[in-house]
């Protein structure tokens, strides 16, 4: 990329990171938003899975201050929580309950989604050459099948223009034209990937009745093999908050109001998260969608691709969000472009690596959403074959041996936090340790702390009173 003008489509959370990574690789940046962009940590039109409970992993924490350094101490000074993993995380698997290792192996961060919206937002507003274009559309896309030279762009007040610039990223998440602008091109061929577990959510907050520093993520897993297909889960977040979120399949759908929303906490395979919340109190309303499709379009496979274009975050790939991964996987998106730019820049060739290197960053959530997802029985657009069937017993098994084992579990924790691939659990070492089994006895419950369990007891914490 010749410093220049860089376009990015979409003030989302992954267009912030986008605009993050070339800035000081280009002269001007100008980020495209078709709505509002809002001031301070209140919710952003067209971001409805906001409602629901998120955590940023710590491998995209580690890709955000790649980016913008600073970033995770600016997020926990602002009220975010810095849970570390998997000392301060209570989860019941279909295999049982996992153990909290005092041997920290990495961290997440809880928050809000609009106070960590809002907290890189403000980051990235700041730096020299950024602008917002607000309540304006980008209509297409300027140039051809060769090279991207800009967009079209609709005022608020319908005036259409043109903005040229040398490189034009788009992270407008899962409403993005870019399939359509590539046809227009002649760009033909585009392979996509949909794959629906039917599930549903709602989720509330609720303010605790203790301070929410130090207090764990607690996770309550479906086990639909055994017919409990319910899950649900609490995590800390800001001001001492709650947020709360249920799953279900069809026919097992969590409820819509108030009181259908604590009962059904209480269908959850263990009574823990309903027994807590009758300690809280309801902050606001309950939230539902079904909107948790895996959905990903393989860009990198295309035998043609322009010059001076990239396509990043929901853009490329948008997940079930019960897994956690859609933050992160932007940030690691984000980054793939700085790397890029600081090895050269994006000029011809480079751009094509670097979508690669995007889908790349995409491939291991991807997996391991997907692969989890073809074996619920409601799933629709895959179904599992010999080979799904035979790796889903054996990371069963592995995962019955972290309940008991500190390699098994630091194993499975690389994993899931995005730091290793999914084939890294099938090493000879892992091989081995699934083998033995845990290694020590079952945990009857949930691993809570003396101060946790008197919280279920009378709503107070000692070390808080």
Known sequence: MRRGRAVIIGGSFAGMLAAAAVAGHADTIA?????EIPDGPRPRAGVPQAAHFHTLLS????????????SVAQLVDAGANRVPVTTNVIMYAPEGWYRRWQRTTHFQITASRDLTDSVIRQRVLKTPGVTVHQRTKVTGLLGDAHRVTGVRLRSPAGEETELAA?????ASGRSSRTPHWLRSFGITGLSEARIDSGLSYASRIYRAPVPTRDWPIINIQADFRRGQPQAGGIIPIEHDRWHVSLIGPPGAEPGRDADSFEQYAKTLRHPLVADLLTRATPLTDVTFTRTTTNRRYFYERLRTWPDGFLVVGDAVAAFNPVYGQGMTVAAHGAAAIRRAL???GLADAAVRRTQ????SSVQAAWSLSVGTDIHRPTTSGARPNVVDRLLQRYVSRLSH???GSHLAATALTDVLMLHAPPLSLVTPKMLVAALRGPGRPELAGPPLSPAERQVLIDGTRPDTV
Do not use: K, M, N, Q
């Open 401 to 403: 041996t972290a309940t």
């Open 166 to 170: 040398d490189l034009v990223i788009d």
């Open 342 to 344: 600081a090895a050269g």
């Open 59 to 70: 491998s995209g924490a580690e890709a955000i201050e790649e980016l913008l350094p600073g």
């Open 31 to 35: 980020i495209i938003e078709s709505h």
């Open 356 to 359: 690669r290197a995007i889908a």
